[in-house]
């Protein structure tokens, strides 16, 4: 059963918390931060830290999400921003290529299900 629980908090600041090694933050990116990269489990609560609002671009929120499995405690942390020039979410790692790696990714996944179907 799929369980996502958002609370929504203050914060003086965007931050980083948890495991922040590229190969599970990357797994869960990939996931759509919906599977725990340890354990499998999607009971994933997110907290949203809103760390300010900008008044003169459209009254767009940044901050930080964290991400929290039920079932391992496994945890991670990503910076957002409403008003950002691509994706919701944004880190520096990620112009390496991590959003063309998610791509290929998704394409692969959709490829593994319609050859599932097909048999």
């Excluded at 994933?44 to 039920?70: H, P, W």
């Amino acid at each position: 059963m799929d369980k996502l629980e958002i609370h929504h908090k203050l914060s003086n600041g965007q931050f980083y918390c948890g495991d922040q090694s590229d190969e599970s933050r990357k797994q869960f990116y990939f996931d759509d931060f919906k599977i725990c990269p340890k354990c499998q489990s999607k009971e994933i609560i997110e907290e949203n830290y809103q760390a300010g609002i900008r008044l003169s671009r459209s009254y767009d929120a940044y901050g930080t999400d964290v991400f929290k499995c039920n079932n391992c405690q496994w945890y991670t942390s990503f910076h957002y921003d409403e008003g950002g020039d691509s994706e919701y979410y944004y880190e520096p790692r990620w112009k390496k290529g991590w959003i063309e790696e998610k791509k290929i990714y998704e394409e692969n996944k959709k490829k593994e299900v319609e050859e599932q179907n097909n048999k």
